[in-house]
């Protein structure tokens, strides 16, 4: 998947409504705005998931105990070497938001960041 399109599925699966480039930003296609929860009174900045931990940690949260699991066998933390939760632990945002979308079944093949 593109930046651009993930930036758009992950919201998407959070709840997030009528997604669109961010009018306070026009000439940039990162910043995207939408309606949260199925509330339409106001339009806010959607948190930039591709390079920020702390909205990724936000972005982990919805996840139950089974989807959690199949988190970090993306993230690596179970392969058969000694850094394996070490490299998951330390996992960039754009990781952790390949592996929240291929979790969710949503990530998509083809060209990728």
């Given at each position: 998947m593109t930046p651009e399109q993930?930036?758009?599925?992950?919201?998407?699966?959070l709840g997030?409504?009528?997604?669109q480039r961010n009018p306070l930003y026009p000439d940039d296609?990162?910043?995207?705005?939408g309606f949260h929860s199925g509330d339409f009174t106001a339009l806010y900045g959607i948190p930039d998931?591709?390079?920020d931990?702390?909205?990724c940690h936000e972005m982990e949260?919805?996840?139950?105990?089974?989807?959690q699991e199949v988190f970090l066998m993306?993230?690596?933390a179970y392969d058969h070497d000694s850094d394996a939760g070490w490299n998951a632990f330390h996992a960039t945002a754009a990781q952790r938001c390949e592996a929240f979308l291929r979790t969710l079944g949503l990530?998509?093949?083809?060209?990728?960041s």
């Open positions: 993930q930036r758009v599925a992950i919201p998407k699966a997030w409504h009528t997604i296609s990162s910043k995207i705005a998931y591709l390079n931990l702390n909205a949260k919805v996840l139950d105990e089974d989807q993306y993230l690596g990530w998509q093949e083809g060209e990728k």
